[in-house]
């Protein structure tokens, strides 16, 4: 076989391979187009399937991802964790509570004109969350009229400063504050006395040995940090030093790590954050 031809042979069979790769694991072109959580492969053990009667087919709590530009902050990027940790959760929430629930979900960016047809939203990796001006004022009408953003997976100082500073050009005259213990978003179904920590799963398999499960020595402590509106309602919690979607997404992958991080405590504080923030 001619070296020319064989080289041509090589170079298509690697361009063929990162092709399936970038629509499997989430190229930009795929990415792009997808409006939902199940239009994406299973990055885990599988998602769960369920249906809900014709009759409730718009009266469902919609998990909704927001996609975001990255910006030059830490951290990885919106689609973390996607497709698992969002339809686990999802499922979960069908089966311990009286909801029913959306079992797509859906992507939107905060410009589209159907956010505010969900009363819910999830940020994931917001140390490298960056919002253009249109975004920050679309975020602000949306948490003033009535919504709840979640701010999830990030870690350490440097995390936490850039998702600081992107929501002061959000809230100019508002400050997160640590919430108490003695709040109820933690007494709401399940009675939460601690914020534990859910480390990545490579780490919380490797913490029956090792005790660790903080990703870096400057993001040891759990915060749950909050910003209310003037009425006292919750519109943003930040769940800093922890990482709940990986909660979600690995339930299936180590029984070890199911039992202390997912059933413990990330299903518990989610359901009782969606089942709070629907309620009040």
Same mark, same amino acid.
């Given at each position: 076989?001619?070296?020319?031809?064989?080289?041509?042979?090589?170079?298509?069979?690697?361009?063929?391979?990162?092709?399936?790769?970038?629509?499997?694991?989430?190229?930009?072109?795929? @990415?792009?187009?997808?409006?939902?959580?199940?239009?994406?492969?299973?990055?885990?053990?599988?998602?769960?399937?369920?249906?809900?009667?014709?009759?409730?087919?718009?009266?469902?709590?919609?998990?909704? *991802?927001?996609? #975001?530009?990255?910006?030059?902050?830490?951290?990885?990027? $919106?689609?973390?964790?996607?497709?698992?940790?969002?339809? =686990?959760?999802?499922?979960?929430?069908?089966?311990?509570?009286? @909801?029913?629930?959306?079992?797509?979900?859906?992507?939107?960016?905060?410009?589209?004109?159907?956010?505010?047809?969900?009363? +819910?939203?999830?940020?994931?990796?917001?140390?490298?969350? #960056?919002?253009?001006?249109?975004?920050?004022?679309?975020? *602000?009408?949306?948490?003033? =009229?009535?919504?709840?953003?979640?701010?999830?997976? +990030? $870690?350490?100082?440097?995390?936490?400063?850039?998702?600081?500073?992107?929501?002061?050009?959000?809230?100019?005259?508002?400050?997160?504050?640590?919430?108490?213990?003695?709040?109820?978003? #933690?007494?709401?179904?399940?009675?939460?006395?601690?914020?534990?920590?859910?480390?990545?799963?490579?780490?919380?398999?490797?913490? *029956?040995?090792?005790?660790?499960?903080?990703?870096?020595?400057?993001?040891?402590?759990?915060?749950? *940090?909050?910003?209310?509106?003037?009425?006292?309602?919750?519109?943003? @919690?930040?769940?800093? =030093?922890?990482? =709940?979607?990986?909660?979600?997404?690995?339930?299936?992958?180590?029984?070890?790590?199911?039992?202390? +991080?997912?059933?413990?405590?990330?299903?518990? @504080?989610?359901?009782?954050?969606?089942? #709070?923030?629907?309620?009040?």
């Amino acid at each position: 076989m001619p070296n020319a031809f064989r080289l041509t042979l090589v170079l298509v069979t690697i361009a063929a391979v990162c092709g399936l790769a970038q629509r499997r694991w989430g190229g930009r072109g795929f @990415l792009s187009e997808i409006r939902t959580a199940r239009e994406v492969p299973s990055g885990s053990t599988g998602t769960p399937t369920w249906t809900n009667p014709p009759a409730f087919s718009k009266d469902v709590f919609t998990f909704v *991802r927001i996609r #975001y530009d990255r910006g030059s902050g830490w951290g990885g990027g $919106w689609a973390t964790d996607l497709p698992d940790s969002d339809l =686990n959760l999802s499922y979960r929430l069908q089966q311990v509570t009286a @909801l029913r629930v959306d079992p797509d979900g859906r992507i939107l960016r905060l410009t589209d004109p159907a956010l505010m047809d969900f009363p +819910f939203i999830y940020i994931v990796e917001p140390g490298s969350l #960056y919002l253009s001006a249109t975004e920050a004022d679309a975020l *602000r009408r949306y948490l003033l =009229n009535g919504g709840f953003l979640w701010l999830d997976d +990030f $870690w350490g100082e440097r995390e936490w400063a850039n998702c600081e500073e992107v929501m002061r050009e959000v809230f100019p005259d508002r400050r997160f504050v640590e919430l108490p213990l003695t709040h109820p978003i #933690y007494h709401t179904v399940f009675e939460i006395t601690a914020k534990a920590q859910i480390p990545a799963i490579q780490y919380g398999i490797a913490s *029956r040995y090792t005790g660790v499960t903080w990703e870096r020595p400057d993001a040891r402590e759990v915060h749950h *940090r909050a910003i209310f509106d003037d009425h006292g309602r919750l519109m943003v @919690l930040a769940t800093h =030093n922890t990482d =709940n979607g990986d909660g979600w997404e690995r339930e299936g992958e180590d029984d070890y790590y199911f039992h202390n +991080f997912a059933e413990k405590i990330a299903y518990p @504080l989610a359901i009782n954050v969606l089942v #709070y923030v629907m309620t009040h």
